[in-house]
């Protein structure tokens, strides 16, 4: 059985400019979610895709988008970065069934500075 | 408001010395109650799942108990591999989102 797994680990970026962070799901997962973590806080949930579409977002701003694609693998994208932007940014993958997400399995992360 | 809170923030041990980490939570609707495990740098990961006060669930040294408004994560004659942060999180009414504490890092000194 394969993990979740994440890429990049880390990447350094300028304030404005734009990431793109990759996500596989765990194998026989269909719904995954990001969070971001940021030093000493718990991860924030930023949103979950199933099916392909959003389903569901945390508290924030619409530069942060995502997509999920057939494999059930995800992107998250970040535009205009902002120094606040800095943190480790978590995928979990889950198998969702009858609209309960089950527990999250988290990948390692990647850890985004923002200079 | 804070939903999830966890209690203490740090926590050291002599090797074998027995305590328990507190989640309490302030939500309605609970469909459940999250343990996880986090190492530096890395990923959380997955420890026990609760649904209903009174319910409990063991691993290893570990054991989680829930009641109607906090959770317990005891640790048994623990050991230095045990040190790590310990989220816990809660989900509930009809959202998807986890609810995460700021955790609690434990320290086991040999």
């Known amino acids: 059985e394969t993990g979740v797994t994440q890429s990049p680990t880390h990447l350094i970026k300028t304030r404005g400019q734009q990431v793109t962070l990759r996500c596989s799901s765990q194998?026989?997962?269909?719904?995954v979610s990001w969070y971001q973590q940021a030093l000493g806080q718990g991860p924030q949930f930023i949103f979950q895709y199933y099916r392909e579409e959003e389903n569901g977002r945390g508290n924030f701003p619409p530069r942060f988008s995502g997509l999920q694609f057939p494999n059930y693998s995800s992107e998250l994208n970040v535009n205009a970065l902002e120094l606040d932007d800095s943190a480790l940014y978590l995928c979990?993958?889950?198998?969702?069934?009858?609209?309960?997400?089950?527990?999250?399995?988290f990948g390692e992360g990647s850890r985004l500075t923002v200079l | 408001e804070d939903q999830v809170t966890q209690s203490p923030e740090a926590l050291r041990l002599q090797e074998g010395e027995s305590s328990s980490l507190n989640c309490s939570y302030t939500?309605?609707?609970?469909?459940?109650l999250f343990w996880y495990r986090q190492d530096p740098g890395k990923g959380p990961e997955f420890l026990f799942t609760l649904y209903s006060a009174g319910e409990e669930k063991e691993k290893e040294r570990l054991k989680a108990t829930l009641t109607k408004k906090e959770s317990f994560l005891h640790i048994t004659a623990p050991k230095p591999e045990d040190s790590a942060t310990y989220l816990c999180?809660?989900?509930?009414?009809?959202?998807?989102?986890?609810?995460f504490g700021t955790g609690t890092s434990l320290t086991v000194i040999p």
């Open positions: 939500v309605s609707g609970l469909r459940g």
């Open positions: 194998s026989g997962h269909n719904t």
């Open positions: 999180a809660v989900q509930m009414g009809t959202g998807n989102q986890f609810y």
């Open positions: 979990a993958s889950s198998f969702r069934l009858a609209g309960n997400t089950g527990e999250l399995f």
